[in-house]
């Protein structure tokens, strides 16, 4: 297989795509990465849509999305567009379109562009297994020539831009049964429309490959970009996570997929749908693509490393296991604490309390597994589940359970035949005499830090020379920032460290703030991350659309109600949709769905089976709960 999916693995490079106008706004090319958010108005209520698409494009949007489920809803687009523009605004417009062949052929003689969900469009999604033969997949597939060439036609002769946007939870069924639930299966399903489209001459595409799930949608990407190599494309993408939530958590969900690309010059516009007013999310997006208006200019990375790595499907790389890092063990999370003043105080403020009448620790879920220290005394008996790093120079042999933190010269010139930590900088080669001494040391962790703006393409690339050279220890990555922004923080160490995560690189996480007020963010952003990234999972997981003009309920105000309910449901997915259009081909993995089906009304699922419908929405949460219960996934919040 073609493993090239990036202009360069070893450069921050942009993918060079071909330009493609939307209205006055070109994507792809030399133009600069694109910022869009798109409109939770009801479309037919023109003046609400009008103002909200105001306040995007003051936001910094470059382009506003809008819902046109209907011939209806297509008939007020002109309106609308008129209204923005006699405001003084000529931000083009995107038609959103799903089920509806008709209203996208109406749509595209209007606006700038149309977006279209092949699994949605022309095709069908019954969750049915049906094995196809050659010949009826082959009459399936002139059906869809058939079914969308109209639209290709209409976007030519109008000069209409159009999105050919796959979702990963809406695959139709001919898809699934062929090729899987897969990355694979997304592309393929691309690659179907992409060629009517060339067929019939028409080249104004952009391309999407979005999921819930940031492992699938980079993966997606990837093979998405190596197909258009192989076959001598270079359409503009568009990314996103779908359904990324709300808050925190749905920032650093959008941060870790689309950040991931970006980091390997993939992507020409972005978007990152929360579940918060559209407007909010464009400073998350400008955060996103600030990162990169200097990076090419980068300082040469010391490492350059083949690809080794398999870039379209998850695989985490084999370590040994030492102490409790590597191996089988699920990443871990290490605490800079080499500002604090260690104490009951401290260890409960991060988890840790210690019980006086029963005599025992009570131990967070989102606790740290090991903290690092410098110079400090422990000022208090301590739980033998948290684990201490302590520099070499003020390390004690006689201190108990503590473990060394060592420079080069620190490990050349001391054998120690016990657990200890190795500090590597990625700006320094690892001479042989150090090569061969780290080979044989079974008791020895690796923490590797690097100091290049091209951060985490850096480490990929020395860890990839790492297991090259035969040196599979188990991987602590460090990172200190300095903002003090929590914005900033969150988007650029969930680029970061997601980065690596998903390409299962790292058994430890540690991230520095500047100060220790910033301590609590470093540790939550630590624990968000790996869920992110599905590499440990402490918490509910709730994929959440970003809502639009079919959401049947307050899409913000439910998923409140249901994550106050819910959210010690360790380790469950709850997928909370607003109209049927993202449910339930749109939750995709989740273990519960809770999905508006008209005014009022919701229906609830398990996984993709229909349980309970239209259910009056004042009955629907407890109705949810019962169902949870039901199947034997309920378990009693802690009392306060």
């Known amino acids: 297989m073609q493993n090239k999916y990036c202009e360069n693995n070893n450069k921050y490079k942009r993918f060079i795509t071909r330009n493609v106008n939307i209205g006055n706004v070109p994507i792809g090319g030399s133009n600069p990465i694109r910022l869009q958010s798109m ?58 379109i799903h089920f509806t062949p008709n209203a996208a052929l109406e749509a595209a003689k209007i606006i700038e562009k149309v977006r279209i969900n092949p699994g949605n469009y022309a095709d069908k999604k019954k969750f049915q297994s049906f094995e196809y033969t050659d010949s009826e997949y082959n009459y399936e597939l002139e059906r869809i020539y058939k079914r969308f060439s109209p639209l290709v036609d ?24 062929r090729y899987g639930d897969t990355p694979n299966g997304m592309v393929q399903s691309a690659m179907e429309f992409i ?50 939530g709300e808050g925190v958590d749905g920032r650093i969900k959008s941060s870790v997929g689309i950040g991931s690309l970006l980091e390997d010059g993939l992507g020409d516009t972005i978007r990152v749908s929360l579940t918060e007013e559209p407007e909010l999310e464009i400073p998350v997006a400008k955060l996103l693509v600030d990162r990169y208006n200097l990076r090419s200019n980068h300082s040469k990375l010391k490492h350059k490393s083949p690809n080794i790595l398999d870039p379209f499907d998850y695989k985490r790389e084999t370590s040994l296991s030492v102490d409790s890092l590597g191996g089988d063990n699920v990443p871990r999370v290490i605490l800079d604490a080499r500002l604090e003043n260690i104490s ?13 009448k029963d005599d025992k620790w009570h131990i967070d879920d989102v606790a740290p597994d090991y903290i690092f220290l410098e110079d400090q005394k422990i000022n208090c008996s301590f739980p033998l589940q948290l684990k201490v790093l302590k520099l070499f120079k003020f390390w004690n042999p006689k201190e108990k359970n503590i473990i060394p933190v060592m420079s080069v010269s620190d490990y ?15 700006s320094n080669s690892i001479e042989r005499d150090l090569r061969n001494k780290i080979k044989k040391d079974d008791n020895l962790i690796l923490l590797i830090k690097s100091d290049n703006v091209h951060w985490s393409v850096d480490i990929r690339n020395y860890i990839q020379n790492l297991l090259i050279n035969e040196i599979n220890l188990p991987r602590i990555v460090f990172r200190k920032y300095v903002y003090n922004d929590s914005s900033e923080n969150q988007v650029n160490s969930s680029v970061d460290f997601g980065t690596l995560l998903v390409d299962g690189l790292i058994d430890g996480v540690c991230i520095s703030m500047k100060n220790n007020l910033l301590r609590n963010d470093s540790l939550n952003l630590s624990f968000k991350i790996l869920q992110a990234t599905r590499s440990r999972i402490t918490q509910t997981e709730f994929i959440s659309c970003p809502s639009c003009g079919r ?57 993709h089976n229909l349980i309970k419908k239209n259910i009056q929405k004042k009955d629907s949460l407890n109705e949810l709960i019962k169902l949870i219960k039901e199947n034997g996934d309920w378990v009693e919040p802690l009392s306060e």
């Open 344 to 356: 009951y105080d401290f260890l409960s403020e991060n988890g840790y309390s210690y019980i006086n």
């Open 39 to 96: 409109t939770t108005t009801d479309t037919m209520d023109v003046d609400a849509t009008v103002l909200q698409s105001i306040k995007i494009i003051n936001a910094g949007s470059d382009y506003v999305r809008i819902t046109a489920p209907s011939i209806k809803a297509v008939s007020c687009l002109s309106e609308i567009k008129k209204k923005i523009n006699n405001a003084g605004y000529d931000t083009p417009i995107i038609a959103d």
């Open 154 to 177: 209409v976007c030519k002769e109008y000069g209409t831009a159009m999105r050919i946007g796959v979702n990963h939870g809406s695959l139709s069924d001919r898809i699934l049964n």
């Open 551 to 607: 959401t049947q309920f307050d899409l913000m105000e439910t998923t409140s109600l249901v994550r106050n309910k819910t959210s010690h449901l360790k380790g469950l997915k709850i997928a909370i949709m607003g109209c049927i259009v993202n449910g339930p081909g749109e939750m995709a993995d989740a273990d519960y769905g809770y999905v508006g089906t008209g005014i009022g009304l919701v229906s609830l699922y398990k996984k």
């Open 412 to 426: 050349m010139s001391n054998s120690l035949d016990i657990v200890k930590v190795l500090i590597l900088d990625t």
């Open 195 to 244: 060629r009517i489209c060339q067929d019939r001459n028409y080249h104004d595409i952009v391309l999407s490959m979005k999921s819930s799930n940031p492992n699938v949608m980079v993966y997606a990407y990837r093979l998405l970009v190596s197909r258009m190599i192989e076959e001598k494309m270079n359409y503009p993408l568009h990314l996103g996570v779908t359904e990324a």
